[in-house]
């Protein structure tokens, strides 16, 4: 499946942004999603992600409270609403589709988007 982010950008700390990622395969409820960014100099790190159904929600501790993750399967969209935003969110944002179940685990995605640059200043 491929993978189209956006919705990145430079916000103030204390702002919002939302981030979406649409799919390009129709069968789009077969994969569950999930969002990760890496910062520079650091390695991947999970965000937030959601079950084929939308039903299941896992959160990364930094994101719980302040970030949502929700799609729509009629419109093979995922996003991520993200709020009360700090400069330590600064990362490329990725969406990621796999077939299993497990969540959080970059390794086990096979499909990823190009990133979406989020920029928090201070």
């Known amino acids: 499946v491929q993978l189209q982010a956006s919705g990145g950008g430079l916000v103030q700390t204390g702002g919002s942004l939302r981030l979406s990622c649409a799919a390009s395969?129709?069968?789009?409820?077969?994969?569950?999603m999930a969002w990760f960014r890496q910062a520079p100099g650091k390695g991947r790190e999970f965000v937030a992600g959601i079950s084929r159904s939308g039903i299941r929600t896992d959160y990364a501790d930094s994101a719980k409270g302040r970030f949502t993750i929700s799609r729509d399967n009629t419109k093979n969209t995922v996003d991520l609403q993200m709020n009360s935003l700090t400069p330590e969110d600064t990362a490329l944002y990725y969406c990621a589709a796999r077939r299993g179940t497990r969540l959080d685990a970059p390794e086990l995605y096979d499909s990823w988007g190009q990133g979406t640059q989020v920029t928090v200043s201070s």
């Open positions: 395969e129709r069968t789009f409820d077969i994969y569950a």
